[in-house]
């Protein structure tokens, strides 16, 4: 990650860093069959400030462990689950995607919106997958193509940032590769981007421009997301970020 002091200083104040939906949120809880059971342990790895995290813990009867790298997004976690009441229902551990996190068959689900690009999709569910008990649930969102053909300018664009990028049957093919049993996938819609994570992020930019003096390294995270918001805008149908819902299959 480029710059990550000036990302997180960009990001904590957001209620997301990376798009998503409450609403979305519980329409993979709903797929996953979580909802029927009780005393879950569930694992939010690459939570953030913990958007995802508050949808499980009001609707789940479980145990949320909410995993982010930056302290910063924690507390700011820590701050909702108070306001929100579910304090009690969610810990935060300050860790990295790549530490070995829990025992073997230690968690009934992962959870993990926006965040597993960061080591990788095939490695994530692949190293993930150890800490799932037999028939766990794993819930992710992954940059996903949304069409066989695409602009070049947005191909090259992305092959260039996340070379993992695909199509949504190539990224089920790689589940069913790695020992678990798709149940269900869904496209985020345009809203998850840009009213809920887009537009807020650029509300602040001036701001954060300011509280780090016009510094070169702020302008250019600046000029990176404006890009980045510019490129979405013009070739939403083409890209956008797909919900993936599987079971591991049992040994």
Aim: hydrophobic residues 40%.
């Amino acid at each position: 990650m480029d710059n990550p002091s000036l990302l997180v200083d960009l990001h904590r104040s957001q209620y997301r860093q990376g798009p998503g939906g409450d609403a979305e949120t519980l329409l993979a809880i709903t797929l996953s069959g979580l909802s029927s059971k009780s005393t879950l342990v569930v694992a939010d790895i690459g939570c953030g400030t913990g958007a995802s995290s508050l949808v499980l813990a009001k609707e789940l009867s479980a145990k949320v462990i909410a995993i982010d790298l930056f302290s910063e997004f924690l507390g700011e976690l820590e701050q909702r689950a108070n306001a929100a009441g579910v304090s009690d229902r969610i810990e935060t551990r300050a860790a990295s995607m790549n530490d070995h996190l829990f025992e073997d068959g230690a968690l009934d689900a992962i959870w993990s919106e926006g965040a597993i690009y960061n080591i990788g999709f095939e490695n994530g569910i692949r190293a993930w997958g150890r800490f799932l008990k037999p028939d766990g649930v794993l819930a992710v969102t992954e940059l996903t193509w949304l069409t066989g053909h695409r602009p070049r300018e947005l191909t090259e664009h992305w092959d260039a940032e996340y070379p993992e990028v695909d199509t949504a049957s190539a990224k089920l093919r790689l589940l069913e590769a790695h020992g678990y049993s798709p149940i269900g996938y869904f496209p985020l819609p345009k809203h998850c981007w840009l009213e809920n994570y887009y537009r807020p992020l650029q509300n602040g930019f001036d701001a954060f421009v300011a509280r780090h003096e016009g510094s070169d390294a702020a302008r250019s995270v600046v000029v990176a997301e404006r890009k980045e918001i510019a490129l979405y805008e013009r070739y939403s149908d083409f890209v956008g970020y797909g919900f993936y819902v599987a079971r591991k299959v049992g040994d």
